[in-house]
Nanobody
């Protein structure tokens, strides 16, 4: 069984940066993809970014391209989301996820979420 635990959320001013971490416990197969989603109040959950565990290929949602960077540290079993040039519209609960394929159409595990609030 795999567990995902996010950390690193908080309050930041617009234009600032945050780094989210997702600690992954349990055996991780290179078959799976790790990713981040977010959900703002009253909105649907939105894909943010994904990275293959084995090869390091990445994919980003259009709204974060050029500002966010996803990475993974296989030795530490941790996935990161570096968020720069943050905007108020980035405010949301951010969820770590384990899925299949870079499109993350099928998510098999979710973390509990971490709140990110960007003030204007």
């Amino acid at each position: 069984q795999v567990q995902l635990v996010e950390s690193g959320g908080g309050l930041v001013q617009a234009g600032g940066s945050l780094r989210l971490s997702c600690a992954v416990s349990g055996r991780i197969s290179s078959f799976y993809v790790m990713g981040w989603f977010r959900q703002a109040p009253g909105k649907e959950r939105e894909f943010v970014a994904a990275v293959t565990w084995g090869g390091g290929s990445t994919r980003y949602g259009d709204s974060v391209k050029g500002r966010f960077t996803i990475s993974r540290d296989n030795a530490k079993n941790t996935v990161y989301l570096e968020m720069n040039s943050l905007k108020p519209e980035d405010t949301a609960v951010y969820y770590c996820a384990r899925g299949i394929g870079l499109t993350m159409d099928r998510v098999v595990d979710w973390g509990q979420g971490t709140q990110v609030t960007v003030s204007s």
